[in-house]
Each structure stands twice: as structure tokens, then as C-alpha cells.
């Protein structure tokens, strides 16, 4: 007789997973609560659904134990993965390390997971909602219940809940005995003190973007910087978000400095100005800043440094250096963040001390599997969020499949 698997959510993880286990013998049956497996996967990369990365590194991936995540991801390689989506049919594309499907499209990606899952024979249930998942494998559905040999939670986290994402994944592993790390979004927007922000809207630039959190540096990146009408926002920002809400949640000052001339170290800077007010020193004061940045932000930078009229050849040096320390390091207090609606993952979830790394499977319930972003797992941009699922998605239900308990 085959293992029956039951699949708890059908996002990346789940669909990979249920994949898997179809493929090792299993009768599988994934139940999704909305109308429409794999919302989530079709809104990652803009809609081009950057699958994965080449780039492969342990800071990639946060998690409160992350000796958990680095064992996971010994026993599912990256090239194990690309050969999985490239078994379905998908033609994939390298820009940089970057991994998308060649068409450009998120559509394709579930598409050819969905052409497997129908040609293995799995039952896809939609509209149905998980309500309790027993110690004997029994699922509570809202319409009956199924007894299962095995059952593989990916029920996602609390980011993106437009996709489906609602956090009862939690709410299904905490009564089974797990304990849960509070949810918190990460990958998010940040809400800012100052008032200048309405004046920058949409303002975007290269920059470094460096976080202190009770006055330690905690995170930096470089990359495009958006600035809002309450802050900021832009990849930079959300790879070092997670320790930005982190920090807030345990009220610890948090301050953003922002280097808006990442191409020059601080005294290139310094020096270059010098020369510029050489340069142009017949020029308003006002204009000191024309042509080298953009010009929503002069008046900021300019009043950061105290200057205010005359001609640029009239500048001091220490108003240079002023100048210099608001080019490279101008602060920004952060007060708040956006919602769980508009993060992209959440950081927290099921504490990873209570799965098997290597098997995904539970330590305090046998036959149960955990798979994607309800553990207490995430990334960065750039592919590694889906790069999780894929392998955890794998992992379960490789042996979920197998019915290894």
C-alpha cells in the first residue's frame, strides 16, 4: 500500500515538496486554503521569479540557530536544484549568478510544477482550510478530516498575506507542542524620523546603506536606494531590515547612515570637493552640489553642513568637511516599518532546535515534516528565500515519500 502524504500549503515549498514525494511512491495531496495554489512564487523576482543563486554563502540565510539551516543545505545542493527544474521542462538563465527562468516569467515556473503534480497524480485541494493537524496524523480540514502516514507543513509565514500567507501555520505547529519564535517582518520597508523625507519622494540613488543598532554596526549593503515620503526603501534596505525591526521590537536606538557617494572613500570625497571649490568658486553656494547628486537632495546635504548663502568659494574647509561627513554618512533614526502586508518574508517562525536538518521531519511528532518559510528560517534578496524552499521542500518530501520514520 502507498504512504499517504499530505501537504499542508501549496506554495514553493509545498508544490516541491509534494513533487518529491509523488516521485518516491507516495498518493499525495496537497491542501491549500486559497483558491489558487503558488500566489506567493508568481509575485517573487517583479514577476520574473529569480529561482535561485549562484552565489551561495552562509550570511545568505538568518535564523536564531543557523547551524540548522547550513546542515539543510549540504544534503540539497544548487545544482541539484537546477537540475530539478530543469527535469520539469524549464530552459533557466545565469545573469550574474542570478538564476531565472529564460522566458522571464514567474508563470512558467508554476506552470511546469503544476504540469508534474498533474502528471504524478496528486490531488490538489483548494479553498480548504487546515484547522488541525493531530499527534496521529489526522488533518481537521473545513470539509472532514484525512488520516495521513505522513504530513509536510508549508504553510509560509505572515509576510505577503494578500498571496495567502496568514500564519496558521504557526497556529497548527504551536498545538502540536512546537514552540514558535515571534514572526516579524523582514525584507520591509523602514518608517523614518525626519521630516525632510517628503521632500526626497522617490528620489533613488546608489548608496551604501549602513545600520547601528544601539550605536554597533549590525548590517550594511550596497545597492539602489529608495527614498519615500516616511523613508526608506530599495534592496539595501531590505537586507539589513531584519536587524533594523529586530532591534526596534527590543526598543534599542536604531540609525541608518547612508553614504550617497559609494564610488569614493571618505577622503576622495573631501578631496574632490576641495577641488570643486576651486573649481566653481564664482557659483552660489546653493549649486555647490549641482551635477553631482540629485537635486532633491542638495538642500538636505547643504543644511547638514551648515551652509547656507554665499558663493562656493567662501566654503571652509571644516564646512567641506561637514559636507563630506553628510555625502558619506548622512543619519536617519528609524522609528517603525512597514507591515507583515508588505514584507516580503518574515524573519522567526518554528524554532529549527525541533526538526531533523537532515529530513525536515519533526522531533516532537513523527511523521510530521516542516518545510519553507513557517520555520524559523529566512534570506536575503537575490534568490535565497526560494532557494530555502526548494531545499526544504525537497527534503521532506524525499522522505515524507519514502515514509523513512
Known sequence: MKQ?????????????????????GASVAIIEHTSKPGKKLLSTGNGKCNLTNMNQFDEAYRSNYPEFINKARKQVTVEETLHFFRDLGLVLTDRNGYIYPYSGQATAVLEALLAE????????ITDCRVTQIQPDLTVITSAGKRKADAVILAAGSMAASKTGSDGSGYTLAKALGHRIIPPLPALVQLKCKETWYKQVTGVRTEAIVTLKVDGKVTASDRGELQLTDYGVSGIPVFQVSRFAVKGLKENKPVIIELDLIPAMDYKETMEYLTERRNRFGHRPA?????GVINQKLIPILLKEAGIHSGNVAQLTQAQIKALTDALKGLKTVVTSFNSYEQAQVCSGGIDTREANPETMESTLVKGLYL??????????????NLQWAWTSGILAGRHAGRGLR
Do not use: H, P, W
Not at 515549498?13 to 509523488?22: E, F, P
Not at 518559510?373 to 535565497?384: S, W
Open 4 to 24: 499517504q502524504v499530505i501537504v499542508v500549503g501549496g506554495g514553493a515549498s509545498g508544490l516541491t515538496a509534494a513533487i518529491v514525494a509523488a516521485r518516491s
Open 286 to 290: 546653493k549649486e555647490f552640489l549641482n
Open 117 to 124: 503534480l498533474k502528471y504524478l497524480g496528486v490531488e490538489i
Open 371 to 384: 518545510a519553507g518559510e513557517v520555520l524559523d528560517v529566512d534570506g536575503i534578496c537575490g534568490g535565497y
